[in-house]
C-alpha cells in the first residue's frame, strides 16, 4: 500500500451525523472506515452497519473497527443488494453514507489494474465477478465500447477511441493497463489538463462495477423504505454520478406531484418525503484539496426523511 486512503470531506461528515442519540448507522460502502469510525466514536450509542464489496477493504475494517465490539457489524457485498434487506428489517436508522467510488488502495496497487501503469488489466472492485475491464476492453463489440465511451466517459471522439481499441486487439489482445494507457497516450492528443485516457478509465471502471446502476439501486431502495428521520448522504466523484442524486432528492423533495398540465394543485401538496438540506452540493475546502488530490472532485448532497 502506498498511502492509506484519505476519508473525504470527514469534518462535513462529521458535522452532519453528529449528536445520534441511538440507533443504527449505515456506511454503504465502508472502506477503510476512515468515515465509520468517526461516526462510532463521536456518537458512543450507535451502532454501525457497513457494507463493502471488497474483500481487502472489509477485512482492513474488520480488525480496525474491533475495538467497538458488538456495535459494529460488516458485511461483504453490493450495496444494491444489502441496503434492501438491511432496511427491510425495519431498524431505528439514523444515518446512511455513500462514499461512491474507489479507494486509494485500490487505485494504487498494481494488481488490482486501475492506474494507467498497472500490469493487469482488471478493475473489478469485487475480486469475485466475472466480468474485467480484459473483458471489456478485449470482447465488447464496437457499438457497446462506443457506448459507454460516450456515456460514461462523455468522451466526444468516442468513436476514434472504440476504433483504436479494436485495432490494437486484433493485433493482439491487450493485457494490461499500461498497455492501454500507452496506446491512448500515443494515439489521442490532450486535450484538457488531465492524462488523456483518465475518462476512458472511467468510464471502462464504471461499466465493469456498473457503478451508476448500483447507485441508482441504493437510491430505489431508500426511496422504497424511506427510513422515518434518517439523513442520507451520498458522496460522488463525477458529473454522472451527481446529477443521479441531486435529481433523485429533488424528487423526493417535491410536495406536489400533480401532472404538469393541472391547473389546480389535485394531489394534497403533501407529498414530499422530507427535505434537501444542501441547496448546493458540498465540496472540499482548499485546504483539504491541497492535502488530497482526491477530494478536488468529491460532490455531497444530503437529504433528510420526515420523522
Ligand atoms: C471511496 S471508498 C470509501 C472509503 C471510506 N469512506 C473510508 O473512509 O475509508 C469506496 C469503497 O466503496 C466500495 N464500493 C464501491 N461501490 C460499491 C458497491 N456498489 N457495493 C459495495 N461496495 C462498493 C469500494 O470497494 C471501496 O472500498
Not at 183 to 199: D, E, F, Q, S
Not at 229 to 248: P, Q, T, W, Y
Not at 267 to 277: A, Q, V, W
Request: aromatic share 8%; charged share 35%; glycine share 4%.
Amino acid at each position: 500500500m502506498k498511502r492509506v486512503h484519505i476519508p473525504v470531506l470527514l469534518n462535513e461528515v462529521k458535522e452532519v451525523f453528529k449528536d445520534l442519540e441511538d440507533g443504527y448507522f449505515i456506511d454503504c460502502t465502508l472502506g477503510f472506515s476512515g468515515h465509520s469510525e468517526a461516526i462510532l466514536s463521536q456518537n458512543p450509542n450507535i451502532k454501525l452497519i457497513g457494507i463493502d464489496q471488497d474483500i481487502e477493504a472489509i477485512e482492513y475494517s474488520k480488525k480496525k473497527l474491533s475495538i467497538f465490539k458488538d456495535r459494529v457489524e460488516i458485511i461483504k457485498g453490493r450495496f444494491s443488494k444489502e441496503i434492501e434487506k438491511i432496511l427491510s428489517l425495519n431498524l431505528n436508522i439514523k444515518g446512511i453514507l455513500a462514499d461512491i467510488g474507489v479507494s486509494s488502495l485500490q487505485l494504487d496497487r498494481s494488481d488490482r489494474g486501475f492506474s494507467f501503469d498497472s500490469e493487469v488489466l482488471d478493475m473489478r472492485m469485487d475480486k469475485t465477478q466475472d466480468l474485467s475491464a480484459y473483458d471489456v476492453v478485449n470482447f465488447y463489440p464496437r457499438e457497446d465500447l462506443e457506448h459507454i465511451f460516450k456515456e460514461y466517459g462523455e468522451l466526444r471522439n468516442y468513436k476514434k477511441i472504440a476504433d483504436l481499441i479494436i485495432d490494437a486487439r486484433n493485433k493482439k489482445r491487450v493485457e494490461s493497463a499500461k498497455e492501454l494507457s500507452e496506446l491512448i497516450l500515443k494515439n489521442i492528443k490532450k486535450t484538457r489538463k488531465i492524462h488523456p485516457a483518465t475518462l476512458v478509465f472511467q468510464a471502462i471502471r464504471i461499466e465493469v462495477n456498473k457503478e451508476l446502476k448500483e447507485l441508482e439501486s441504493l437510491l430505489d431502495s431508500i426511496e422504497k423504505y424511506k427510513p422515518k428521520g434518517a439523513k442520507v448522504a451520498i458522496i460522488s466523484f463525477h458529473s454522472l454520478e451527481d446529477k443521479i442524486v441531486k435529481n433523485r432528492f429533488k424528487k423526493w423533495a417535491k410536495s406536489c406531484i400533480c401532472l404538469n398540465e393541472y391547473i389546480r394543485c389535485e394531489c394534497g401538496n403533501n407529498n414530499d418525503l422530507g427535505k434537501i438540506l444542501t441547496k448546493k452540493p458540498i465540496v472540499a475546502s482548499k485546504e483539504e484539496k491541497e492535502k488530497n488530490p482526491r477530494s478536488r472532485s468529491a460532490k455531497m448532497r444530503i437529504f433528510e426523511f420526515k420523522s
